[in-house]
């Protein structure tokens, strides 16, 4: 069997799975919790022998990006194909952005959330996308080729810091997922990432613009707990061009950090914070500027 046909047949399983798990198998378990364990212990028997890893392209299913295109690793990425990866981020985008609009997406991993904004930005905008993994940045540039989104997608292979470096700086990529890696120096780690440790480029948001890049409406980051390192590398930017922030934070160190730089660069800030407390949301604003619509929405996580 050819491997595009050994695909559709994986991926038309996989996806009956996916409609029986919501219609059949959620509403069972939650009447007889005790048997979700046999049946976790069978789905992971499944997946590791008769249902191994296998990439192939699909179309997301749902979210801002659904019906694009992106090459995914199926069953570990599944949630990317699913569209129900990061909702809450997906709908501040869906809220925040117009066309026209330059975002920065920091830690856009293989562009789940880059793609859906591209499209929101239309082809007047920008989304700038960067990422320290080469794997992520390749796949990224193949998806936003895939779609013909080449001139509203710049992908950057660069992980972004406080500080610059000519000689570049560490990373740690994540082994069990692509999106759990980090930079790892200046006491930060990534607080998932499992995988090898690599050198990267490595620029800040600062050196960036003032190399020619596109001045952001919005700065998106998600760099896996070195969240205020990234803004400690815009000082110029959010002082003087005062863009909106969307920032996931992974841990309380990063948290009581970004409270402090937020009063002392002038802004305000609704922070989402799920029952387990991280990650948590930030969708912060100049204290110049009206409070964004969005904020009276019930988004959640």
Same mark, same amino acid.
């Given at each position: ?45 499944? #997946? ?49 952005? %117009? ?26 905008? %920008? ?92 700065? #998106? ?35 009581? #950090? ?18 387990? #407390? ?24």
């Amino acid at each position: 069997m050819r491997p595009t046909a050994l695909n559709s047949l994986y991926l038309l399983f996989y996806r009956a799975y996916l409609a029986l798990k919501k219609s059949v198998i959620v509403p069972v378990f939650r009447r007889w919790p005790q048997g979700l364990t046999r049946f976790n212990d069978a789905k992971d028997f499944l #997946k590791h022998r008769a249902l191994p890893s296998r990439t192939a392209w699909v179309q997301v299913q749902s979210g801002f990006a659904q019906e694009l295109w992106m090459r995914l690793r199926i069953p570990e990425e599944a949630g990317f194909w699913r569209g129900v990866h990061e909702p809450g981020v997906q709908s501040a985008f869906s809220a925040l952005l %117009r066309p026209g609009d330059v975002v920065y997406d920091v830690g856009a991993h293989l562009g789940s959330l880059a793609l859906g904004a591209a499209r929101l930005v239309g082809a007047s905008g %920008r989304v700038v996308a960067f990422d320290g993994d080469p794997e992520n940045v390749e796949r990224l540039r193949e998806n936003s080729s895939r779609n013909h989104l080449n001139s509203r997608v710049q992908a950057v292979h660069a992980a972004v810091w406080s500080h610059r470096s000519a000689s570049g700086i560490s990373f740690r990529r994540g082994k069990s997922l692509p999106s759990q890696g980090g930079v790892e120096s200046d006491g930060q780690r990534p607080v998932l990432g499992d995988g090898e440790i690599i050198s990267v480029p490595v620029t800040t948001l600062d050196d960036f613009v003032a190399a020619g890049g596109p001045v952001p409406q919005l700065v #998106k980051i998600d760099v896996e707990g070195g969240e205020y390192e990234v803004l400690r590398g815009g000082v110029s930017l959010f002082a003087n061009q005062r863009p909106l922030l969307l920032v996931e934070v992974h841990h309380q160190q990063a948290a009581d #950090k970004i409270g402090a730089w937020l009063s002392e660069f002038r802004y305000l800030a609704e922070w989402r914070i799920p029952a387990e #407390k991280f990650p948590r949301y930030l969708i912060a604003w100049p204290l110049e500027h009206a409070a964004p619509a969005l904020l009276n929405s019930d988004v959640t996580q």
